[in-house]
């Protein structure tokens, strides 16, 4: 791994986003701030890439990662989106919501043996543009060694990061809570995590109970 480039995102360039949006393409691998807490990604297409990110965060292979757009265009083109989808999206993207949802053609190979895509696009100004500029989505999981805390402090990324991945993107101190994740893949919606978007406001939304992990509504 060659040295790493550090960068502010608010003093960053256009130049410099576009620049490192044509790297996470090729493969680079960048440490970025989300809305919720700090995450790690590349380009969704690349293979060898995504075989590092989970070599440096000591993740099992059977843990999937999240793919993240930023617009719902790009969300479109990966996945299919039900009417229930359709309807969290609009309300909740972008946003602390991740939607798993099955594939459309041009995103089967980014299952990677699982039933579905975890979907999100983010709050995060800066990650936003990033995702805007890429040719692809970006496949992306937490900033942390596996089993570790989330990390939402710029020193905790550098300590951690620093010398491992080929950018980081310091956004300041982030928020410790984590998006939260409805499966879509079935016939009934399924919440597999209570995060950044309440069960209330969601069921709300879909106009319909939720079943939790395991088939037990709640």
Request: include cysteine; charge should be neutral.
């Amino acid at each position: 791994m060659s040295r790493t480039r550090i960068f502010k995102t608010s003093e960053m360039t256009a130049g410099q986003l576009q620049q490192a949006a044509r790297a996470l393409d090729e493969g680079a691998v960048a440490v970025v701030p989300t809305d919720t807490v700090y995450g790690i990604g590349t380009g969704a297409f690349c293979e060898e890439a995504i075989r590092e990110i989970y070599r440096i965060k000591e993740r099992p292979a059977s843990s999937p990662l999240q793919i993240l757009t930023g617009t719902l265009e790009q969300a479109r083109r990966v996945a299919q989106f039900s009417p229930g989808a359709e309807k969290l999206a609009a309300a909740y993207w972008p946003g602390a919501l991740t939607a798993i949802l099955p594939p459309a053609a041009a995103g089967n190979t980014l299952t990677r043996g699982f039933a579905g895509l975890g979907l999100r696009i983010p709050g995060n100004t800066f990650l936003v543009q990033l995702l805007e500029h890429m040719a692809h989505p970006m496949a992306c999981t937490s900033a942390n060694l596996h089993g570790q805390p989330v990390l939402t402090e710029e020193n905790a990324i550098l300590q951690t990061f620093d010398g491992k991945v080929d950018f980081i993107f310091l956004g300041g101190t982030l928020s410790p809570v984590a998006s939260s994740v409805v499966d879509l893949t079935g016939p009934s919606p399924v919440l597999l995590r209570e995060g950044g978007v309440s069960r209330m406001d969601l069921e709300r939304t879909l106009g319909e109970p939720m079943q939790e992990k395991g088939g037990e509504r709640k």
